[in-house]
């Protein structure tokens, strides 16, 4: 591979990024998300920030806020979308 390809390639953590941050500006897809992890949340899953909401979907709305959900995705679709708990390391 030549100099020029290498300078070609493109980042893919960098595209995972720059999507979901595109896809989170779209509120079809983050209703999406958010009825995701509540399904989660009612399935059991544990919370991953305190909330002093009452509802799950309050609570999802605030994780989401904080950051907390890792979004995935295996092509360009809403439908594509995998919400998932992002797991804090351990110290």
Request: proline letters at 3%; aromatic letters at 4%; a neutral charge.
């Amino acid at each position: 591979m030549g100099k020029s390809q290498l300078s070609e390639q493109k980042d893919p953590l960098k595209e995972q990024k720059e999507y979901r941050d595109l896809q989170l500006n779209n509120k079809f897809v983050k209703i999406r998300i958010i009825a995701d992890r509540v399904r989660q949340l009612e399935m059991g899953a544990p919370a991953m920030v305190e909330s002093k909401g009452n509802t799950l979907m309050e609570l999802a709305i605030e994780e989401l806020k904080q950051g907390k959900i890792q979004i995935f995705a295996n092509d360009k679709s809403a439908s594509a979308l995998l919400a998932l708990p992002i797991k804090e390391e351990a110290d």
